[in-house]
């Protein structure tokens, strides 16, 4: 018999809870993928997740971030610069694998269209290790991959169904 995992819930994260959904990202990241990158790449995952870098994109409306929760714990976040930037998709290992990351990118695509019904098209930069995820959710390569401070990683999009 399986084990019954219980709910997640996935909502829009306030500004309150920008560190603590930051911190997230960084222990995944440090747990998952920093092992396997350069200093430099390191630096600039960093530099991506500084919190008064993201607090000011998220007081201009320009990020906008979602966070699943399972028991009030969080297991997952998912971040868009703009409408149509996937700019931060990370979930707890221990949650991988049970939908954690599509239903979370699938609600962050929903919000935005409700902000541009005719929302065009969306865009990653997906790192080597995400690649098959977005592939599976409908993306395409725009082109081959490219490497950049030790990171390679394809610029894939979706376009939305209307």
């Given at each position: 018999m399986s084990e019954q995992k219980s709910p997640v819930d996935i909502r829009a994260l306030g500004t309150d809870e920008l560190e603590q959904a930051l911190q997230f990202v960084w222990e995944?990241?440090?747990?998952?993928?920093?092992?396997?990158?350069?200093?430099e790449a390191v630096q600039d995952f960093l530099s991506k997740i500084d919190y008064?870098?993201?607090?000011?994109?998220?007081?201009?409306?320009?990020?906008?971030?979602?966070?699943?929760?399972?028991?009030?714990?969080?297991?997952g976040i998912c971040a868009f610069?703009?409408?149509?930037?996937?700019?931060?998709l990370y979930v707890?290992?221990?949650?991988?694998?049970?939908?954690?990351a599509t239903r979370l990118l699938k609600r962050a695509v929903f919000d935005s269209k409700r902000h541009d019904d005719a929302l065009p098209r969306l865009i990653v930069e997906a790192p080597d290790t995400a690649v098959d995820f977005f592939g599976k959710q409908g993306f395409v390569?725009?082109?081959?991959?490219v490497e950049d401070g030790?990171?390679?990683?394809?610029?894939?999009?979706?376009?939305?169904?209307a």
């Open positions: 995944v990241y440090a747990r998952t993928e920093a092992h396997a990158r350069d200093d008064e870098y993201c607090a000011v994109r998220v007081g201009d409306g320009q990020l906008r971030l979602w966070g699943a929760f399972r028991e009030d714990k969080l297991i610069l703009g409408l149509n930037r996937v700019y931060l707890d290992p221990r949650a991988q694998g049970q939908g954690v390569p725009l082109g081959d991959p030790g990171v390679w990683y394809t610029v894939m999009e979706l376009r939305p169904e």
